[in-house]
């Protein structure tokens, strides 16, 4: 019988190696990101909101960034990290935000230090920072309103994207730190890992570290971990890769006036049955 099992995020943070997250925005790239051997996915705010063709600007509602990662959750064994945004406005917000993620099944949710409305960090526009404090406290809210022990949550701070530099970054960190966060996400935008390697070095070991190096790509996987990371998240090279891949066959099939010259190099309608595990479904009326 079809089984729909998962492992909670707390649990592949126990195994101790570089812990590697792929940005998806669908189950099927889910399934895709465990068979590659990613050990989460993060459900990326800026990957779903691109998929409904929106911009990443807090105009989904909590409701929908939650159905699209619950959806996720309950077709893949790994376990989803929910981007959770803001929290989605102040603190009652983000209990009630803790109340509907846990109940859905999500067992990992990651909030940062914007204000509601965001706009995603790349964005050409003004990143204004939430009050230290009022952040911790939205941290601290979080950790009180979850309902098991495992439940995990991560800070963000945007504070290398505020340009307010590493110390503050540090400073933020330590707070959201001692206010429960099991994580901490120091996001750069910069083109090189120097900031973040002066944040490692500043850093108490309060709790992990976790990064996304969309503009630092270089920075291999082996020597992240040597550097001190706990997590790495590759947010959106999915989607940019399926970008790519849509574009090239859609023209290309319209050019040549029929996809034969496509055949090959396309997976095969089996290939997405077995994703889909079509057998196994079709075992049960069997
Ligand atoms: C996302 O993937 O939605 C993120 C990472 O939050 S970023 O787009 O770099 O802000
Ligand atoms: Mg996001």
Same mark, same amino acid.
């Given at each position: 019988m079809i089984k729909q099992s998962y492992v909670p995020f707390r649990r592949v943070m126990e195994r101790g190696d570089l812990v590697r997250v792929a940005g998806v925005h669908s189950a099927l790239g889910g399934l895709l990101a465990g068979e590659a051997g990613f050990d989460a996915v993060w459900a990326s705010s800026f990957e779903i909101s691109a998929a409904r063709g929106l911009p990443d600007a807090s105009l989904l509602t909590m409701t929908e960034y939650l159905e699209a990662a619950a959806n996720i959750q309950k077709a893949i064994p790994v376990p989803v990290v929910a981007d959770?945004? @803001? &929290?989605? &406005?102040?603190? $009652?917000?983000? =209990? #009630? $935000?803790? #109340?509907?993620?846990?109940?859905? &099944?999500? @067992?990992?949710i990651c909030i940062e230090d914007k204000l509601f409305p965001k706009i995603n960090s790349f964005a050409v526009a003004e990143q204004t920072l939430l009050? $230290?404090?009022?952040? =911790?406290h939205k941290i601290a809210t979080a950790k009180a309103a979850q309902s098991t022990p495992g439940f995990y949550v991560i800070a963000r701070t945007e504070a290398l994207i505020s340009g307010l530099g590493v110390d503050e970054a540090v400073r933020r960190c330590r707070a959201y730190a001692q206010a429960g966060a099991d994580a901490v996400l120091v996001h750069s935008k910069a083109g090189t890992n120097a900031e973040i390697r002066r944040f490692l070095e500043e850093w108490d070991d309060l709790c992990p570290v976790v990064i996304v190096p969309t503009t630092y790509p270089d920075w291999h996987a082996d020597d992240i971990a040597k550097a001190g990371v706990s997590v790495v998240i590759y947010a959106n090279q999915g989607l940019r890769a399926t970008v790519e891949s849509l574009r090239s066959t859609f023209r290309s099939i319209?050019?040549?006036g029929s996809s034969a010259h496509l055949e090959r190099r396309i997976v095969p309608v089996q290939e997405i049955f077995t994703l889909q595990r079509l057998q196994e479904w079709q075992e049960i009326n069997a």
């Open positions: 959770c945004d @803001t &929290g989605f &406005g102040n603190s $009652m917000n983000v =209990a #009630h $935000m803790v #109340h509907e993620y846990e109940r859905a &099944g999500i @067992t990992a009050d $230290m404090d009022a952040f =911790a319209r050019e040549q």
